[in-house]
Each structure stands twice: as C-alpha cells, then as structure tokens.
C-alpha cells in the first residue's frame, strides 16, 4: 500500500455484509495460494459520490487478499464503475470497457466486473451481457455488498451473472480504501427522491436512504484518529439528511464537530429546497465547516426551473443567498447551470446569465443538457440544436470566469488557514493546499507540510487557482 492510502474496517457489519465477508474469506483463501499475488484495477467515472463507492469497491478487493496495480494489463481483476448522467460518460465507459477485451485474450482468467450508474439500467447491463462476453458479471449501485461473491463465482467458473437490485439498502461494514492519507468522502445518504426532469439519478441510485448518526460519527471518529484533516459528507442530496430519530444534517454536523481533532467539514451537494436556516446556522457557528456552500441552481429562469421540476423559483433561491451571506457574510459560494435545457429561449438563457452576475459566484460548474433515456425532459418536443447551446456555453463560461476572478479578488492580502493537500501538479517545487477560497491555493514550501494547516497569505489570484506565501 503506497504511503497515501490505508484501509478503514468498519467495527460493526450489517447481515448482508457478514455474508458478503463469508465470501471475501472464500476468495482469499485462492489468493492467499497465489504466487505472484493477484493484483486488482479499478476504473472510476464519474461524480464523488461514484468515487466514495470505487473506494469500497478497493476496499473488498484489498480484503480478498488482491493487491493494487495502475495498469490494467497487469490485473487478474479490472473493475469498472460507471456514470450515467452524461452520454459522453456512457460512451466513454463503453469504449474503455471495449478496450480490456485485450487484457481478457493475454489472461484468459482475468476476471472483468462492471458497476455503477450505467449498469444499473436494464438495458445497459443487457447490452454488456450480449455485447461483451468477456465482462464475467455486472451489478448495480446498491449491489457493491455482492461483489465478493460475484468474483468468487467467476474465479471457480461459474455463469456470469448480471445483478440488478430490487431494493436498494444501506450496507454497513463494508471495508474501505481511501486514497488519500488526509481527506475523505463520508458517505451519509444515497439516492435521491426529486426526480428533476432531466435526471437519471432516482432511476439509477433509487430512493433516499440515510445511515444512522451513530455510524456516521464512528466513521468519522476513526478518521480523524487516523489522520484525516478533511471530512465531505457525501450524498445526492445530502442537505436532505435524516437520521433514525429525525436528526437532520445541522444536527449532524453539530455532532461531528464536537468530535476531538483538528478536522474541517464540508458537505455536498445540496437542494436549494433544504437549505434551511438551521444549516446555515451550523455554518456560521461551527468554526470546523468550511465557509462554502455548493448550492445548484441550473437555470435562471422560471419557466425553465418549472419544466425541470426544480421545486423552487428564482426568487426562493435568492432569498436562500442572501440568508447565507447574511449569516455567512464571507462565505464561498458554487454552484452548477445546464445549458440548452429543451425549450430555452434566448430571454431564459439571460435570465441564467444574470443570476450569475447578481449572486457573484465563486465557481459555476456548468453543462450542456444532455437527453438521458427515460427521463420526462428526454422526450420533451423542444431540444435544443447543439450548435445553439454551445454557443450559450461559450458566453457563459466567459462569464463565468470573469465573475469568479472578481470574486476569489477580495482573498488578495488576506492570511488564510489552508490545509497542505500535496505538492502541485502544475509546478513540483510549489505545494497546493485548500481552504475557504474554492480555487486551490499554491504556496513555496516543504513537503513535510502535507497534511498540516498552516497559515499562508494570498499574493495572486490566476482565474484558476491562487497564488500564496507562508506566513
Ligand atoms: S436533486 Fe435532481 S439533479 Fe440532484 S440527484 Fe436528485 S433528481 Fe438528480
């Protein structure tokens, strides 16, 4: 294991997942006999939340006695966890997936599993099936619990299986992988129940579940005792939290931040429906929450957030803006615009634009709409011409860009607590960290850092990222 990932095993496992550790046992005992040790290859598309899943996906394979490699011609089990929210990170799966036939020919006994939002269609996953006959088994997002025994029954032969759940439930116990030494995904609910029109995740992940406080703070308590310095709550719609007794997110958070450590919080991402002042107000009372607040608007327009069955108009989520900035007054805030909905008008487009310019975001994450099949807005009369919406894109990333240099000006002189992430991509004698500012913070310093706040002073702002020295 390289020195930035380790393995947590949770203290307590659901039924299912006692049955799922009976075959993790199984599958060690044939790799336990191997020599060289088999090695495992996950390829991840797609959202945290798909990420968060890849890391339990590493988790069983690590306890199936499968060590990890970077190159999938070397692996005796390639996973592959798939996105559906976008065709392109459909098509891109399909391709990459298309690719490991080659891996199959060179080691006929490499065993290929797909997972993930694509696959947890019926027609997807009947699509692999007929094909690609090298992929041994398929299982949808609520079936990460049954892997174990899906690669026990492909490694003794058996006929490949296509799994897709009929009820999706949480699966407590089950071991994960992280990546990274100082940060973590924490997943606290899955699925979602708004079925905006144009989206695939209610059909794909199924409906809101929340794991119980009591597991999300034990999670979070061997996490900090483990080093971890930043902590995301995940979920699709994670501000709609609700804990076996009524506990809601604010509440939540209030708990995790009593825990002992020096640990900062984030969350994401939320509704604009439930953002309740209850959660703004943990924001602004608990110095460990991250002063940044993803709030999704995806259109500006009315008439356009009707049709997208968004559940609040433009002037509800501005009023939930400047509730924020009230109580937040420095507070960062996100968000993310599709672009080209079917039935955008040029005046509907504007309207986009100028919530953009009056809410003065610090980052808009945007989109053009994609059709996804079986979803209301895929059948909707009027879609919109690619060539229209690109060209929308295009201003709205100019904006975009110019709004978010503004805004990230007023860190320029300020001193500021960041975490020391790793040492920068772009620059190896510069380290990157992150704080309240959303853009990453690049700083002069030793890489002994990694891992520790430290207080560095903005000097730069470059559209993209921030310049800093140590203060
Ligand atoms: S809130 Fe809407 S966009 Fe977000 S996951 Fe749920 S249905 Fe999809």
Redesign the pocket.
């Known amino acids: 294991m390289s020195e930035t990932e380790r393995t947590i095993v949770p203290s307590y496992a659901d039924p299912e997942v006692e049955a799922a550790l009976e075959a993790v046992r199984a599958v060690r005992s044939v790799t336990d006999a191997a020599d060289p040790r088999p090695r495992y290859f996950i390829r991840t598309f797609g959202c945290q939340q798909n990420e968060a899943d890849s890391e339990r996906l590493a988790g069983l394979c690590s306890a199936m006695g499968y060590e990890k490699t970077d190159v999938p011609g070397e692996a005796d089990l390639i996973l592959v966890n798939t996105c559906a929210v976008r065709e392109h990170a459909e098509k891109k799966a399909l391709s990459v997936i298309g690719q490991y036939k080659h891996v199959k020919e060179e080691k006929p006994s490499a065993v290929i599993g797909v997972g993930g939002c694509m696959v947890s269609q019926p027609a997807r996953a009947e699509k692999l099936k007929k094909s690609y006959p090298y992929v041994s088994f398929t299982f949808d997002t609520g079936a990460i619990a049954a892997v174990p025994s899906l690669v026990l029954g492909a490694i003794r032969g058996g006929k490949r299986t296509f799994l897709l759940s009929d009820e999706w439930k949480i699966a407590e116990g089950v071991p994960i992988r992280r990546e990274s030494r100082h940060m973590a995904w924490l997943s606290i609910m899955y699925g979602?129940?708004?079925?905006?029109s144009?989206?695939?995740?209610?059909y794909v992940r199924g409906r809101e579940r929340s794991r119980s406080v009591e597991a999300i703070l034990d999670e979070a308590k061997a996490l900090i005792e483990d080093g971890t310095r930043d902590i995301t709550l995940l979920g699709?719609?994670v501000n709609s939290y609700r804990g076996r007794n009524g506990e809601d997110i604010a509440e939540l958070m209030h708990r995790i931040c009593a825990l002992p450590g020096d640990f900062q919080l984030r969350f994401m991402?939320s509704?604009p429906k439930d953002a309740s002042d209850r959660l703004i107000e943990a924001m602004a009372t608990e110095e460990k929450i991250v002063k940044h607040f993803h709030l999704?608007i995806?259109s500006g327009s009315d008439r356009i957030l009707k049709r997208m069955n968004?559940k609040y108009d433009r002037a509800a989520y501005l009023e939930r803006i400047d509730r924020l900035r009230e109580a937040v007054p420095d507070v960062s805030v996100t968000s993310d615009v599709i672009v080209g909905f079917p039935g955008e008008t040029e005046e509907d487009f504007e309207d986009t634009l100028s919530v953009m310019e009056k809410v003065s975001y610090d980052m808009v994450f945007s989109f053009i709409y994609s059709p996804r099949a079986g979803t209301p807005a895929a059948s909707f009369p009027d879609q919109i011409p690619h060539e229209v919406a690109a060209g929308r894109m295009e201003r709205l990333l100019a904006l975009g860009d110019a709004v978010s240099k503004e805004r990230n000006d007023r860190f320029l002189g300020r001193v500021l607590r960041v975490l020391t992430e790793g040492v920068s991509k772009q620059d190896g004698e510069m380290l990157t960290g992150r704080g309240a500012p959303v853009r990453p913070i690049h700083f002069r310093g030793n890489p002994s850092l990694i891992g520790q706040f430290v207080q560095v002073r903005i000097t730069g702002n470059d559209t993209f990222c921030l310049r800093g020295e140590l203060v």
């Open positions: 979602c129940d708004n079925y905006c144009y989206c695939i995740v209610p699709q719609n991402t509704h999704p995806q968004r």
